[in-house]
C-alpha cells in the first residue's frame, strides 16, 4: 500500500479530492473560518508607460503567505498564483468593454535537493530559484517592462483603463486542502483590482 | 396551494429519486475522479453548491413530511399513528446497522490511513536527500576550484583576448557557459559549450555579482528550465594592476543526466510523501466526513424511503377507514380502489361488496318509503278531491287529519281543523263546526264500531243537511286507536228528493183536478145556456154570475193545472250554441210595449261567450223572471216600475260562467222565503202559484247553472242566474252544443 502511495500521485489526489469535497461540505456548513491569521495579497504600484508605440506596465505587488500556505509549501504542496491583466474602454452609458485581457499563470513550489523557492512562469516557462520565500513571492508579484499592448489599439479619443489583479488559484491544490482553502481565511488570497487610467 | 405543492413535492417519487441519485453520483464521482483534477477542481464549488443545495431540498422534505405526520397524530388523522410506528420501525431497522457499520468504518479508516506511514520509510527518504545533497556538494566543490583556476588565468588578460582566452579554457573545463562580467558590470566575454544556443547571455543576480566583487564566491545547484540541475559558481577576477576593478567569473556545469534524473527522482519521492504526511490529518477527516455524509444520505433515504413506504401501505387502511365513517354518516356510494392481491386487497374488496349491500338495501327501503309516499300523496290527493268530509281522530278525539272537502262543508276558517279538540267543542268559534262536533260527540263516546246519522247545520241563511258515518279504528297491538268520519253534504239530494216528490204532486193534482174540470166547465156553460132564457129578474142575473163565477174560477184551475203540468213533465231539451245577450234582447223587446214600456234598462256586456242551451227554455226562465219582478213590484206605479238586467261574465271555482242579473225597484223578498223562493208553491202574491221561479231554478240548473235571490242594500229585489259557458257544457253533459 504504502509503495502504491509513492508511486502513484494521482491516486493520491483522488482520494484528496473526495476528502476534501466533503471536508469542505461539513466545514461550510458547521463554520465559516478556522484561520484567524490571514494573508496579505495586494498591489504596492502599478502603471503603464508608452515606448516605441507598445504600452509596457511595470507593477509590484506585496505578498505574505499566512503560516498554512507556507507550510503547505514547505511540505511539498504546490502553490499557483494567476494575474489577471486587462484594460478596458470606457463608456459612458454602458458597461466597459474589454480591449485586452491575458491571464499569466505562476507556479510555487519548495525543491528539497536544492532548498530552493522555485517560481515557473507557466506562461513563458521561464523558471526561477530563490534561496529565500520572500525573494520568491517578490518575484512573483513583480512585472517589469511587460509588453502590454500596442497603441494601435488604442484609439486617441477613447479613454480607458488599465487594472491587474492577483490571486491564489485553489482549484489546483490538493484534495484534502481544496476543503480548507474553501472555508479559511489563510488561503483566501486574492487581491483587490488595481485601477488605473491608461491614457 | 404552496403547501399542498411541497407536500407533493416531498410525496414525489420521481423528485426524491432524482435528487438520491444526484448525491450518489456526485459522491462516486468525486471518489472516482482523479485522473480530472483540473476539471474537477474547476467543478469542486459547483458540485459542493448542488450537494448542498439538494441536501438542504431532502432536508426541508423530510421535515415536511415529519411535520405533517405530528400534525397528522394530533389531528387524530386515520392511519396517522399506525404510520407513525412504521416509520419508526422502518427507521430504526435501518439506523442500527448503518451506525455499527459506520462506527467499524472509522476504526478502519484511520488505521488503514495511519498504516501508510512508516518511520522507517520516512528516514530512508531523508537518507536518499542527504546522500543526494552530499554527492551534489562533492561535484559542486570540484566545480568550485575549476571556476578558481579559471579565474586565475583570467586575472591579466586583456579584454580585448578575453573571449579568445574564455573560449580556450572553457574547452577544457567541461563547463557549458563563462561569462566574465567587468568591473563596470558590463560583459566582456561571453562563451557557451554543449550545443546550448542563448540569444543572451546568462548572468547572476546583481547582488551575487557584488558579493562575489567583495570576495565571498557563490556556489550553488539549481534546477535549470528543462529540469536538469546544474552548478553555478560566481568568483572574482583579481588584476595584478590594483587600479583595475575586480571582476567576476560566471561559470555553469551540467550534471549529469542520470546523476540529475536520480536526484530528481529522490526530490519527488520526498516531496509526495512530505506532502501526503502533510495531508494526512485532513485526509483521515475528510474521509471520516465522506463516510459521515454517506450515511447521513442512507439515513436520509431511509427515512424518506420509511415515509413512503408507510404511506403506500397504509393507503388502503386510510381508505378503509374514511370509507367506514362515509358508512357511518350513511354515505353509501363511495367505493375504495382496489390495492392488489393482498389481505389488504380482500378486505377492501369485502368492504365494497358490503357497501353495495348496503346501498341496495338502503336503495331498496327508499323506494318502499317513497312508494307509501306516493301512496299517501294519492289517497291525500283522492281526499281533497272529494266532495265528502274526511275527518280522523287520535284516542283523545283530537283531529289528525281532515281533507278539504271536511273544512268546506264545515266553513272551518283559516286555521282549519288541525288539532281541534273535539271533545272540547263549546270553546269553538265556527258555528257550523261546533254543531257539528256537539252531535257525533254523544256517538263518540259511544262503543259503537260503526254508527251513522243525519243533522242539520244552521248557517246565517242557510240550513245544510248532513249525513255523517262513524268508525272506530282499533289495532291488534294498541287497541283504539281514534276514530274516521265520513260526511256528505245531503242539501242537493234533500233539494232532489223534494223537487222529486213537488213533481209527484203537480203530476197527480194535474191529473187528478184537469180531469173534472171540463165536465164543471161544460155542466156551468150548459146550465147557463139551458136557464138563462128560463129565468127572468134577479135569478137569470144570479145564474149568469155563479156560472160566469164557475167558468172563471175552472178557467183559473187550468191555467194552475197547466203550469203544474208544465212544471212536472218538462220537455227534452235541444242545446244549441246560444247567445243569452241576444235573446235578452229579444225578451226585453217585447216589453217595449205595454204597461212596462220604457221599464227595462239592459247593461249587457259585451263579447261574451256563447253558452249551450235551449232556447225557448231560456226564453221562458227570462220572461218569468221577468214577469215576476213586474209582478212583485205591481203596487208601484207603472211609469215608476225599474227592471235592470246585467249580463256578465264572472270566473268562479266551477269555471268561467255568464251572470244575468235581474233587479227591480220592487219591495224585494220576504227574508223568512229567501231560502225557499225557488221551492214550488212558494210566492208572495196572491193569484200566484209559486210554480215561476221554481220552473226558472229547475230549467237553469238543466243548463248546469244556479240561481240565487237576495235584497241588495240600496233596495228592491235582486234575482241572479249563472250559467256556464260553453266548453263546460261537454263536460257537464259529455255532449257537444
Given at each position: 500500500m504504502t509503495l502504491r502511495i509513492f508511486s502513484s500521485p494521482q491516486w493520491t489526489q483522488s482520494r484528496g479530492v473526495s476528502a476534501s469535497f466533503v471536508s469542505a461540505l461539513i466545514l461550510a456548513l458547521l463554520v465559516a473560518s478556522t484561520s484567524l491569521q490571514s494573508a496579505v495579497l495586494r498591489f504596492e504600484s502599478a502603471g503603464t508607460y508608452l515606448v516605441d508605440d507598445m504600452y509596457y506596465l511595470d507593477c509590484f505587488a506585496l505578498i505574505e503567505l499566512a503560516d498554512a500556505p507556507a507550510n503547505a509549501l514547505v511540505n511539498?504542496?504546490?502553490?499557483?498564483?494567476?494575474?489577471?491583466?486587462?484594460?478596458?474602454?470606457?463608456?459612458?452609458?454602458?458597461?466597459?468593454?474589454?480591449?485586452?485581457?491575458?491571464r499569466l499563470r505562476y507556479r510555487l513550489f519548495y525543491y528539497d535537493l536544492t532548498r530552493h523557492f522555485r517560481v515557473v512562469e507557466v506562461h513563458t516557462g521561464n523558471t526561477t530559484n530563490y534561496r529565500s520565500l520572500d525573494q520568491a513571492l517578490r518575484h512573483l508579484g513583480s512585472l517589469s517592462r511587460y509588453p502590454l499592448l500596442p497603441a494601435a489599439r488604442i484609439k486617441r479619443h477613447k479613454r480607458y483603463t488599465a487594472s491587474v489583479r492577483i490571486g491564489l488559484d485553489r482549484t489546483r491544490l490538493p484534495g484534502p486542502l481544496m476543503a480548507q482553502a474553501l472555508v479559511s481565511r489563510a488561503w483566501q488570497m486574492e487581491s483587490e483590482v488595481f485601477k488605473w487610467s491608461l491614457n | 396551494m404552496v403547501a399542498k405543492l411541497v407536500r407533493r413535492l416531498a410525496n414525489s417519487l420521481l423528485l426524491m429519486g432524482l435528487l438520491f441519485v444526484f448525491l450518489i453520483i456526485t459522491l462516486y464521482?468525486?471518489?472516482?475522479?482523479?485522473?480530472?483534477?483540473?476539471?474537477?477542481?474547476?467543478?469542486?464549488?459547483?458540485?459542493?453548491?448542488?450537494?448542498?443545495?439538494?441536501?438542504?431540498?431532502?432536508?426541508?422534505?423530510?421535515?415536511?413530511?415529519?411535520?405533517?405526520?405530528?400534525?397528522?397524530?394530533?389531528?387524530?388523522?386515520?392511519?396517522?399513528?399506525?404510520?407513525?410506528?412504521?416509520?419508526?420501525?422502518?427507521?430504526?431497522m435501518a439506523l442500527l446497522p448503518m451506525a455499527l457499520v459506520y462506527s467499524f468504518s472509522v476504526r478502519f479508516l484511520n488505521s488503514n490511513i495511519e498504516s501508510w506511514f512508516d518511520v522507517e520509510v520516512e528516514r530512508a527518504l531523508d537518507d536518499a536527500l542527504g546522500l543526494s545533497r552530499d554527492s551534489l556538494n562533492v561535484y559542486m566543490r570540484i566545480r568550485q576550484k575549476t571556476t578558481l583556476e579559471l579565474s586565475n588565468r583570467l586575472a591579466d588578460v586583456p579584454a580585448e583576448l578575453a573571449v579568445l582566452v574564455l573560449n580556450e579554457l572553457g574547452s577544457d573545463s567541461e563547463a557549458s557557459e563563462l561569462t566574465l562580467i567587468g568591473a563596470d558590470n558590463r560583459v566582456i566575454a561571453s562563451t557557451a559549450f554543449l550545443d546550448t544556443v542563448t540569444v543572451a547571455p546568462s548572468r547572476p543576480a546583481d547582488d551575487i555579482i557584488a558579493r562575489a566583487r567583495g570576495g565571498s564566491a557563490y556556489l550553488s545547484t539549481d534546477p535549470s528550465n528543462d529540469g536538469e540541475l546544474q552548478v553555478r559558481s560566481v568568483v572574482p577576477v583579481f588584476s595584478s594592476d590594483p587600479?583595475?576593478?575586480?571582476?567576476?567569473?560566471?561559470?555553469?556545469?551540467?550534471i549529469a543526466s542520470s546523476s540529475s534524473e536520480l536526484a530528481a527522482n529522490v526530490q519527488q519521492s520526498f516531496r509526495n510523501y512530505r506532502q501526503l504526511a502533510y495531508l494526512r490529518e485532513p485526509l483521515k477527516q475528510s474521509s471520516v466526513a465522506t463516510l459521515t455524509l454517506a450515511m447521513f444520505l442512507c439515513l436520509m433515504m431511509a427515512v424518506w424511503v420509511a415515509f413512503y413506504a408507510a404511506r403506500r401501505l397504509m393507503v388502503p387502511v386510510h381508505n378503509l377507514v374514511d370509507g367506514t365513517r362515509m358508512v357511518a354518516t350513511g354515505d353509501y356510494t363511495s367505493r375504495l380502489s382496489s390495492s392488489g392481491s393482498d389481505e389488504l386487497g380482500d378486505l377492501v374488496d369485502s368492504f365494497n361488496a358490503m357497501t353495495d349491500q348496503l346501498e341496495r338495501a338502503r336503495a331498496s327501503a327508499?323506494?318502499?318509503?317513497?312508494?307509501?309516499?306516493?301512496?299517501?300523496?294519492?289517497?291525500?290527493?283522492?281526499?281533497?278531491?272529494?266532495?265528502?268530509?274526511?275527518?280522523?281522530?287520535?284516542q283523545q278525539h283530537r283531529i289528525r287529519t281532515c281533507n278539504i272537502g271536511a273544512a268546506t262543508i264545515l266553513q272551518a276558517g283559516d286555521e282549519g281543523l288541525e288539532a281541534l279538540d273535539c271533545s272540547d267543542y263549546r270553546q269553538m268559534e265556527e258555528s257550523r263546526t261546533q254543531q257539528f262536533f256537539a252531535a257525533i260527540d254523544p256517538l263518540l263516546k259511544t262503543d259503537r264500531a260503526e254508527w251513522s246519522t243525519e243533522l242539520e247545520l244552521s248557517g246565517e241563511s242557510s240550513i245544510t243537511p248532513l249525513i255523517c258515518r262513524g268508525a272506530s279504528m282499533r289495532d291488534e297491538q294498541r287497541g283504539y286507536t281514534g276514530h274516521v268520519l265520513v260526511f256528505d253534504d245531503i242539501s242537493d239530494v234533500v233539494e232532489a228528493q223534494r223537487n222529486a216528490a213537488w213533481s209527484e204532486v203537480a203530476r197527480r193534482l194535474a191529473h187528478e183536478?184537469?180531469?173534472?174540470?171540463?165536465?164543471?166547465?161544460?155542466?156551468?156553460?150548459?146550465?147557463?145556456?139551458?136557464?138563462?132564457?128560463?129565468?127572468?129578474?134577479?135569478?137569470?142575473?144570479?145564474?149568469?154570475?155563479?156560472?160566469?163565477?164557475?167558468?172563471?174560477?175552472?178557467?183559473?184551475?187550468?191555467?194552475?193545472?197547466?203550469?203544474?203540468?208544465?212544471?212536472?213533465?218538462?220537455?227534452?231539451?235541444?242545446?244549441?250554441?246560444?247567445?243569452?245577450?241576444?235573446?235578452?234582447?229579444?225578451?226585453?223587446?217585447?216589453?217595449?210595449?205595454?204597461?212596462?214600456?220604457?221599464?227595462?234598462t239592459l247593461e249587457l256586456a259585451e263579447d261574451i261567450p256563447a253558452i249551450a242551451g235551449d232556447a225557448n227554455r231560456i226564453r221562458q226562465v227570462l220572461h218569468n223572471v221577468i214577469k215576476n219582478a213586474f209582478e212583485a213590484a205591481s203596487d208601484i206605479p207603472r211609469t215608476s216600475r225599474r227592471l235592470t238586467i246585467a249580463t256578465a261574465l264572472v270566473h268562479t271555482d266551477n269555471g268561467e260562467q255568464i251572470e244575468m242579473r235581474f233587479q227591480d225597484n220592487g219591495p224585494g223578498f220576504p227574508q223568512d222565503l229567501l231560502d225557499r223562493l225557488f221551492e214550488p208553491y212558494v210566492t208572495t202574491k196572491k193569484k200566484g202559484t209559486g210554480i215561476g221561479l221554481a220552473i226558472v231554478k229547475k230549467i237553469i240548473e238543466e243548463h248546469g247553472g244556479s240561481v240565487r235571490a237576495s235584497n241588495p242594500p240600496e233596495g228592491g229585489g235582486l234575482v241572479a242566474l249563472w250559467i256556464p259557458v260553453l266548453p263546460n257544457y261537454?263536460?257537464?253533459?259529455g255532449d257537444a252544443a
Open positions: 511539498g504542496v504546490e502553490l499557483n498564483f494567476v494575474v489577471e491583466l486587462a484594460v478596458h474602454r470606457n463608456r459612458r452609458w454602458w458597461i466597459d468593454t474589454p480591449v485586452y485581457e491575458r | 464521482f468525486v471518489a472516482n475522479t482523479g485522473e480530472h483534477l483540473d476539471h474537477f477542481g474547476q467543478l469542486y464549488q459547483t458540485l459542493m453548491f448542488g450537494t448542498v443545495v439538494a441536501l438542504v431540498i431532502i432536508g426541508l422534505l423530510i421535515l415536511v413530511s415529519v411535520w405533517r405526520l405530528i400534525s397528522d397524530v394530533r389531528n387524530n388523522v386515520s392511519g396517522s399513528r399506525l404510520t407513525l410506528k412504521l416509520v419508526i420501525v422502518f427507521v430504526a587600479l583595475e576593478g575586480v571582476s567576476v567569473l560566471y561559470a555553469t556545469y551540467p327508499a323506494s318502499s318509503q317513497e312508494q307509501a309516499e306516493r301512496q299517501r300523496a294519492y289517497l291525500e290527493l283522492v281526499l281533497s278531491r272529494i266532495s265528502s268530509g274526511v275527518i280522523t281522530l287520535d183536478i184537469k180531469n173534472p174540470l171540463t165536465p164543471i166547465q161544460l155542466s156551468a156553460e150548459r146550465l147557463q145556456r139551458k136557464y138563462a132564457g128560463k129565468l127572468h129578474g134577479d135569478d137569470a142575473v144570479t145564474l149568469q154570475k155563479l156560472t160566469g163565477t164557475i167558468v172563471t174560477q175552472v178557467g183559473a184551475m187550468k191555467s194552475m193545472v197547466k203550469a203544474f203540468a208544465e212544471y212536472a213533465n218538462a220537455p227534452s231539451m235541444e242545446f244549441r250554441r246560444t247567445s243569452l245577450n241576444e235573446l235578452i234582447s229579444e225578451i226585453s223587446y217585447l216589453y217595449l210595449e205595454g204597461d212596462e214600456q220604457n221599464c227595462i261537454a263536460t257537464l253533459h
